[in-house]
């Protein structure tokens, strides 16, 4: 190495522990900087981008260092914030940087390798081609460049790729890796007059078209559209837009523009929209509002984060926008988290009304090339073509803020801000406070029903309190009716899945012409179908679980691996064919409804029906503009709607919520009836919500009726004290996965002896949860529960460290280990 060698600590886009260094060639010293993505291989013959993280001298010591391939960057990427916050979540949350990587960065801004196959043109065989060979070079030598998937396809075959290593060791065939990148800047088609053709001689370009009537016409299209001759500058005329009116097809077109009369061409545009917007000034707060924010400000005087703590429907949205112009003002940017990419669809509107092109959204619905302008959009420091508003899910955090004022966390309490897979497992809304914490930034979190750790918090005085109790305009809170289901049952007076109750209240709301809310948190038509005659119950055949019947495909699927089948003609076991489905998803609500009410307009907000990028804005376009009177949905629809004319809200099964084993069931039951019962009467008069369930006298609904949510807390936090949970105590949970079930155990209970060695009992497990295979993988938990006092990063440099251990056991290494800090 000569004494100038440069070297460079690189993340790379993988789940492997820490950095690699690579070599900067002579000639990429002056573009190579931290923070700018290059190509580098890995491996045998894979190409990645990678993250420069440090810039030295020092060669490593135990590896063939390799040379950086080329810098992608005219400037970084990634800033420094970021890279702080990277080592942040990659410590807290124990997953690797290159796992940090893979979540923060948009997919468009990713490259990848691709392996390229084409046929050597030299080549002679020297023994006989077998038949699979013959056509798989015969596929080569009609194409060039050909991908394994392609000739996967091509030949017909399920895996070429034994008989393509034969062919390269023959010398037949060359492979080579090729960088693709995802993200291509969006181009709009144009047409213009060929430079050859004078406008004075246009005249005579027509009468040679006289044969050719449709070219003609064409071209009396552009000329109209260009006004060509009549305006001082030509307009430009799109190809989209020139077809259309002239009523021609692209071959039409491709004809003249070969004759050279027409010109194509292309101009990149932005997939964002710019154009200014009219705005509205900020609505006047009203007295509670005023106090509220108010109290927020001195708040933010002695604490970094304040819990807004308002009931449903009183104003917290405009307090927020209230915020968000003093930040603006004073040139700082604002993060709006929200828990649903549905909610975004119509805060987005109330926050353009204000803000106008200042506000941009960013959520998974949005492809890898909008995600990737909405990124470098944000990196720029031009306040005038740059969002100082950004509304988006959890994933939001990772954008490449520089100047944050305030984060807003909409609805705190909700579990969606958790990433669940792939790693890192964090928490939107814990990030948050490390991420405003880096900017110097204030936290603000609102809900009516906060997480018991947040509101905990407040008590102990780590976050400030501010409470609104008074629903806007002091509309009264909706008045909650019990439907005793097992009464009705007993009575038969059951329709359908309908209390009685519940019935004559949809029948008189829809007389009304108002509209009802429906809510069944569990989607699909039935949970699962069974065998009348014996029992039997179809499963998934990779996982432990019974499988889903969804009527729209009149298939049963499985919920977490999303393997689907066909519907069983008779049972497998006994061959009756008396197969019935038990229990009811949101599908069978809407088919009943339909049966019940034929006259009403129903429609159903689920996952399966809102897959596409702006379902979720037309069912909430057409609900908001009364085009529907039913709406069934999963929690999708407890979060923070606001419809004006809803005044029954019905919660269908209470029971399957409180009786989830978990120890935040009864928790989170009072947070979704609280705020699904929020749906009711918003704007101008009470609402109804009535709640089916079997246990009429069960404290958490009691809780819902009186609205008493510091009843719930006292009786949480007692019991959670007394069974060692958050937030007394901290969790780990480390889950082992592996296709051999025997070996699984052995693996889990190695690990949790060497645990308990460590922590005694403060280990628990292993145990297998209650669906114990996913995607044909065996799942064991270990629960660790340790002291809040107790260090985090000692016990979890412990858990890593006894991890490894088990996996250098030559017959453990392939069973992964998987940390959860602070699981949900």
Not at 23 to 29: K, T
Not at 179 to 189: A, D, G, N, P, R
Not at 377 to 396: E, T
Not at 770 to 798: D, G
Request: proline content about 4%.
């Amino acid at each position: 190495m000569n004494a100038g060698s440069l070297f460079a600590d690189l993340i790379l886009p993988l789940p492997l522990a820490g950095t690699f260094t690579y070599s900067i060639p002579w000639e990429l010293q002056n573009d190579v900087a931290i923070g700018k993505r290059v190509v580098v291989s890995f491996g045998s013959k894979k190409i990645y981008s990678a993250i420069v993280k440090a810039i030295h001298n020092n060669p490593p010591k135990d590896y063939e260092v390799k040379d950086i391939l080329a810098c992608l960057d005219e400037s970084p990427v990634i800033n420094n914030f970021q890279f702080l916050f990277w080592e942040w979540i990659s410590d807290y949350y124990q997953s690797s940087l290159g796992d940090v990587y893979k979540a923060a960065i948009p997919a468009g801004l990713k490259l990848e390798s691709q392996t390229k196959i084409s046929y050597r043109e030299d080549f002679v065989a020297q023994k006989q081609l077998s038949k699979t060979e013959e056509l798989i070079l015969d596929v080569l030598k009609s194409s060039k460049d050909v991908s394994i998937q392609v000739l996967n396809q091509a030949s017909g075959l399920k895996n070429v790729l034994p008989q393509v290593k034969k062919l390269l060791d023959k010398g037949a065939i060359e492979v080579e890796e090729r960088v693709l990148s995802s993200y291509k800047e969006k181009q709009i088609k144009y047409v213009r007059l060929h430079p050859n053709i004078q406008e004075n001689k246009i005249g005579n370009v027509l009468d040679s078209l006289k044969r050719a009537k449709k070219q003609q016409e064409l071209l009396f299209a552009y000329l109209n559209l260009s006004k060509l001759g009549i305006a001082e500058i030509p307009e430009k005329v799109s190809a989209a837009e020139l077809l259309l009116n002239s009523k021609a097809s692209s071959s039409i077109l491709k004809a003249i523009v070969d004759k050279q009369v027409l010109e194509i061409y292309f101009e990149s545009i932005d997939r964002l929209d710019f154009s200014d917007s009219e705005i509205k000034p900020l609505k006047e707060l009203n007295e509670h509002q005023a106090r509220a924010i108010k109290e927020i400000r001195e708040g933010f005087k002695s604490k970094n984060t304040t819990l807004l703590h308002g009931v449903t429907s009183s104003g917290k949205t405009e307090i927020y926008i209230h915020l968000i112009q003093e930040q603006i003002n004073l040139g700082k940017q604002v993060l709006y988290l929200l828990p649903e990419i549905a909610l975004t669809t119509q805060i987005i509107n109330r926050l353009r009304n204000v803000f106008g092109n200042k506000v941009g959204v960013y959520h998974s619905k949005f492809n890898d090339a909008e995600r990737v302008e909405i990124y470098n959009n944000i990196q720029q420091s031009n306040p005038d073509k740059s969002y100082q508003v950004i509304l988006g899910v959890r994933s939001s955090i990772f954008l490449p803020f520089n100047n944050l004022g305030l984060i807003i966390v909409d609805e705190e309490h909700e579990n969606t801000y958790k990433q669940f897979d792939p790693a890192p497992r964090y928490h939107a809304r814990d990030a948050a406070l490390f991420l405003a914490h880096l900017h110097k930034a204030k936290t603000l979190l609102g809900t009516a029903t906060p997480a018991i750790e947040t509101y905990a918090n407040c008590k102990q005085g780590k976050y400030a309190l501010v409470e609104l109790m008074n629903r806007f305009q002091d509309i009264k809170m909706p008045e909650i009716q019990l439907a005793d289901l097992k009464e009705a049952k007993r009575k038969k007076r059951m329709k359908s899945i309908f209390a009685p109750e519940l019935y004559d209240e949809i029948n008189n709301t829809l007389e009304k012409r108002e509209q009802v809310i429906l809510f069944q948190n569990r989607r699909g038509y039935a949970p699962y179908l069974e065998c009348k005659s014996c029992g039997w119950v179809p499963h998934c055949e990779n996982c432990s679980v019974s499988l889903t019947y969804h009527q729209y495909n009149n298939q049963l699927t499985c919920h977490y691996c999303g393997h689907s089948t066909q519907l069983p003609q008779s049972c497998k076991q006994c061959e009756s064919t008396h197969m019935v489905d038990k229990g009811f998803g949101t599908e069978k609500i809407e088919d009943e409804l339909r049966g019940l009410f034929p006259m009403a307009r129903i429609a159903r907000m689920d996952l399966d029906t809102t897959r596409s990028k702006t379902a979720y804005e037309k069912l909430i376009y057409k609900f908001e503009n009364q085009e529907l009177d039913i709406l069934v949905g999963t929690q999708m629809v407890s979060k923070g709607l606001d419809f004006d004319h809803v005044s029954l809200v019905g919660i269908l099964n209470a029971d399957s919520m409180l009786n989830f084993p978990d120890f935040r069931a009864h928790e989170r039951s009072y947070q979704l009836m609280a705020q699904v019962s929020g749906r009711a009467g918003r704007k101008n008069k009470q609402g109804k919500v009535i709640i089916q369930t079997h246990d009429t006298q069960h404290p958490i609904i009691q809780s819902v009726i009186r609205n008493d949510y510091l009843a719930m807390y006292q009786t949480q936090m007692s019991e959670r004290e007394e069974f060692i949970y958050p937030p007394f105590y901290r969790l780990i949970n480390i889950t082992l996965k592996h296709k051999n079930n025997g070996l699984l155990t052995q693996a889990a209970n190695t690990l949790a002896g060497s645990l308990r060695k460590i922590f005694g009992i403060r280990v628990f497990g292993p145990q297998a949860p209650v669906i114990n295979r996913i995607q044909n993988y065996y799942i064991v938990n270990i629960l660790l529960k340790f002291e809040k006092k107790s260090s985090p990063a000692k016990a979890k440099w412990i858990l890593n460290r006894e991890a490894n251990n088990l996996k250098a056991i030559d017959r453990f290494k392939m069973v992964m280990v998987q940390f959860d800090v602070d699981p949900m």
